[in-house]
């Protein structure tokens, strides 16, 4: 009745080459892996034979079996054998303290080629020099590097980690669709033809945002799901055509109560699993305001100071055309100190200003202290002025004590409207950041921004628009300002969680009252026939008791390559996509035969 | 720099309905939920409180608060509201012990309405009546059923089950692209246009098997994921064009590693989230052309007998056409016998003959044993034969001695290609199985099938097509008759485990080396070209040190209906869609945007 038992035999590993020790000296072992090296040594081969685990070194010589030791002879790197043998201590000169397994070596009186191997394109090893388009065409070589594998093996843990957290909490996973409806607005939808009803399309989910929302109407209370989302758009410096989330709502909560529970996931998670890193705990609550008035950023990398000061008022007391003509449109002057750094020459300073064009900045100004001590001590001569900027030697000192400086350091400056004065000096502090050292590669600087405006204006298409999504609740309280004027005031309950300068994950309290919602939608100037059509079903959920709810979406890909130190998500994705989306292994996007087009009633236009 | 922490304040619930009993009363609790139901009962308001956990009793009196009263007595059903109130003793008359929180109640002295709700178009309970067109469309309120609700419990359950079983066995969960390339077998493939690269298309996989072989290659050993897969078929009962399932790989294994770990997999899994199902353990491995012979099925429900016999050589003896025919052609005449039937009269017979061809029967010949006891002791006239099958006692009782029948049997035959034979053959031993009440409904008779035939011939095409997947390993010492011309016999390494006459799982231990993967290929018809285009990738990574491999991926959402009891695995899935892949509840799919086509250089033909 079971024919298969009698073909039952061992698998064909007993151990994993890292699980050798001296404990395993004198027992027989069964291992199966890769040929890292092999080196001829005195009549002696050396294999450093390799699995997922690591390495151990496995010895052949004509004495212990001259079968073994003649197929030894033959292997290359990267074949694929089966190894049967005693395990034994090294000699005392050949131990290797940095391995694991340093202290022993296996005895090999049995060997198997299981496959061979052409020699790889690239060597597998970390400091691979090879480039990244020839590592993604031979991506399963790619994979093979230990750090690649780490790199697997921490994102296998950080999903786990989510899960355990959230299952002892409560929550239910729950897979929602991923052929879903297309939202007019969904220009960055990815769309697929239905072969069944042909003419129509399902589209990919940029987010299972109305879905949970649902799920939420649905009395679930608790959901969260690893999930998959989708947006086609022009792929900026790492970003992926797929990435995957953290998608968690709950009901019956308020802001705090979702920040609380993101802070404990990614404090537990970062030291049971990256205990080397550095935490700020607990994590501060920024208002969004405050952010940008400070670092000129909604994402600041808190790992170093370099905050700003808004000069606009004194820049108006100057002659300067640049200073003048910002104050008259309404702009903003704000800078900040780089501390020591007033030494610049005026080439370092040019060299500068160069940089600051590469951020995109129409210009910047300065001022380099001399001498020592705080503003009042320091005289006229003290204060080297950028070019155009003449101010009397009081000036300079209100400046220089309005911003914290003092002999010795240099102030920039920047002059624009208010959005890109920002966008520019935040460049401009990192860089400093950077350049002077001030960043702790070790620190994990975690940070929640709080208070996002409802709306922003939309300089386009001349209109608000919703800064989260539109399904995101005004803070309390400022309901009643959707009836004014000041809509770029009102304060939502949208929050982000930044780290190290990256925003990490995004979420908000939604709105779960239909006049509410409909009262949003009109301020975003959707007809009622629009609003209807696009997001009637959720408007007719939220009349058959809709539970007050929020949630967060934490990226997945973003955190792993921070918690992996990698520079890009590309190296913690297993098969990820080229900028263009693109994937290299395989060879997709690809053309398809016309009996599919024709399946789906679809003809290519040139 | 917390301004949030003033915010603070406790969670809009201090417990869930259905944590509260004897030991929590006296305490003050807050509680929100659904209200599921409200009575009036002598100038005091009962409401039925529901949330995800369950039930309690909230009790409304005006001596207790005139103004929760007054705003309870605005309470329907489904509203949204927040309680707060001193949990007490029930009075002895009003104890509901089918509740588990039927001891007690809670005594409002606080109410608040935190959303309405419109008239439920169905009520929210288990033996709902509304067809299911109308429970997707409100799926919402539909998911709020407490039978739903366990459902979507017992599949996070069962996937976390999963989770950690091959977590703590070293298993690697890594996420596969969704967006992959087509292949051109990909008749059902769901094609993604690309925007980026007009004229191209990605496709979404029919399940991750190239991608989880590349890792094999890549040396992760051990991976697993719970994979969202895809397939535009036209949709059979019970089938989804998106369905998922875990898929599983291991390196360095055979047949009977793999099949264990599922084995194991399983019986845990039962015993912890279903204790209530009876096990069989272990698991029979079953050849295939033994469950072919003995049920006429490669997925027998095992729950109950009724095997079949060949009886062939018997038929062959007859002067009945249809026998003789059938012999002729290289046909079978097969049947089993249905204990204790054979006091059917002649319309019941034809009524039964009714039903084989509803099952697609050409027709069906059968005996009746009148009397008792061995066939030896049974007179001519103990033997009714069907109308056309007139043979003498001898051959009556050798054709009942074969089949183990005895006085007040039924034997059934059916004449056939063994295809079809087979077919209908296991169609009406399903239908004497429920009919006769064989079929235990607590048992989960588990099995694996193995040995499926490595080819199939495709009569519509008139070639050889592989019975599992072309990366299929031929079984042990048969990969030399690829040479020879015996093709439909060759044995393979695929299997299946079944449960209940469903296919739960399917797998094989896969080709690692080049030259028999390109032989398959040939085999199965490809030019040099097509391989090269086709599998190319594949093909080329088997040349850089591919281990032995093999794996199997168990479907998800038929395993929890099983173990959930439920009929459909639309009852199983959180948002399904209809037989026409509709989601009832968004309305897709649907027509797009003319300026989506455009992008997309697109144009839809008539």
């Known amino acids: 009745m079971r024919p298969e038992a009698c073909l039952r035999r061992t698998p064909l590993k007993s151990a ?6 001296e404990h395993h000296i004198d027992r027989r072992h069964t291992l ?11 009549g002696v081969i050396f294999v450093d034979l390799r699995d997922r685990s690591g390495i151990v070194q496995v010895v052949f010589s004509p004495e212990l079996s001259p079968d073994a030791y003649s197929i030894a002879e033959q292997l290359r790197s990267e074949w694929v054998i089966e190894v049967k043998g005693k395990v034994s201590r090294r000699p005392p000169e050949s131990e290797n303290p940095t391995l694991p397994t340093g202290m022993v070596e296996v005895m090999a009186d049995e060997v198997t080629v299981l496959n061979s191997s052409l020699t790889p394109p690239f060597y597998i090893e970390d400091d691979v020099k090879a480039d990244e388009g020839l590592r993604l065409r031979y991506r399963y070589l790619d994979l093979r590097r230990p750090q690649m594998q780490r790199n697997l093996i921490l994102r296998h843990q950080v999903v786990k980690y989510i899960r355990d957290f959230l299952d002892e909490r409560g929550f239910l996973e ?3 669709p991923i052929l879903i409806k297309s939202t007019p607005e969904g220009a960055r939808d990815y769309l697929v033809p239905s072969r069944m009803q042909k003419g129509s399309f399902y589209a990919l989910p940029q ?11 649905s009395g679930v209370e608790k959901y969260f799901q690893i999930a998959r989302c989708f947006r086609d758009e022009d792929l900026r410096a790492d970003r992926q055509p797929e990435f995957t989330q953290l998608d968690l709502e709950m009901s019956f909560v308020d802001q705090e109560d979702v920040l609380q529970l993101t802070e404990e996931l990614y404090t537990g998670m970062v030291e049971k699993l990256t205990p080397e890193k550095k935490l700020i705990k607990p994590f501060p609550r920024l208002p969004h305001n405050e952010v940008m008035a400070r670092y000129g950023s909604d994402k600041p990398d808190l790992r170093f100071g370099l905050e700003m000061t808004d000069v606009t008022d004194l820049a108006g007391e100057t002659e300067f055309r640049v200073f003048l003509n910002t104050v008259e449109q309404g702009g903003i002057v704000k800078g900040f100190v780089a501390p020591g750094q007033g030494h610049y020459t005026g080439s370092d300073m040019r060299r500068l200003e160069e940089t600051a064009k590469e951020f995109g900045a129409a210009g910047m100004s300065h001022v380099r202290l001399q001498g020592e001590g705080a503003p009042s001590n320091l005289s006229e001569d003290n204060f080297l002025l950028s070019p155009g900027l003449r101010m009397p030697v009081e000036w300079s000192r209100r400046l220089a004590e309005r911003m914290g400086a003092t002999g010795g350091d240099l102030i920039v400056l920047m002059a624009g409207p208010a959005s890109r004065a920002n966008l520019w000096l935040s460049s401009m502090r990192n860089y400093f950041g950077e350049r002077l050292g001030l960043i702790d590669e070790d620190i994990l600087s975690f940070a929640f921004v709080t208070g996002f405006p409802l709306f922003d204006w939309d300089e386009n298409n001349n209109r608000w628009d919703s800064s989260h999504h539109p399904f995101t609740s005004p803070a309390d309280g400022k309901e009643e300002l959707l009836d004014g004027q000041e809509l770029g005031g009102i304060e939502s309950k949208a929050y982000d969680l930044v780290c190290n300068g990256s925003e990490l994950a995004s979420g908000s309290i939604r709105i779960h009252r239909r006049e509410l919602q409909e009262k949003i939608f009109t301020v975003l100037g959707y007809s009622k026939e629009q609003v209807e059509e696009r997001f009637g079903h959720i408007l007719e959920a939220f009349e058959y008791g809709a539970p ?17 130190g990698a520079d890009s998500i590309r190296d913690v994705i297993a098969f990820p996509k080229t900028q263009s ?5 395989f060879g997709a996007p690809a053309p398809v035969d016309d009996s599919q087009l024709r399946d789906l009633a679809l003809r290519i236009t040139e």
Not at 207 to 217: D, E, T, W
Not at 548 to 564: E, K, S, T, Y
Not at 581 to 585: A, R
């Open 207 to 217: 987010s299972p945002q109305q879905l949970k929302q649902l799920l939420m109407v």
């Open 174 to 176: 729950i897979e929602t």
């Open 548 to 564: 007050p709810h929020g949630g967060i979406a934490p990226g997945i890909d973003r955190l792993v390559a921070i918690l992996a």
């Open 32 to 42: 199966a892996g890769w040929v890292d090296s092999r080196r001829d040594h005195g």
């Open 581 to 585: 989306g693109t994937d290299l292994l």
């Open 16 to 21: 994993s080459c890292n699980d050798l020790t």
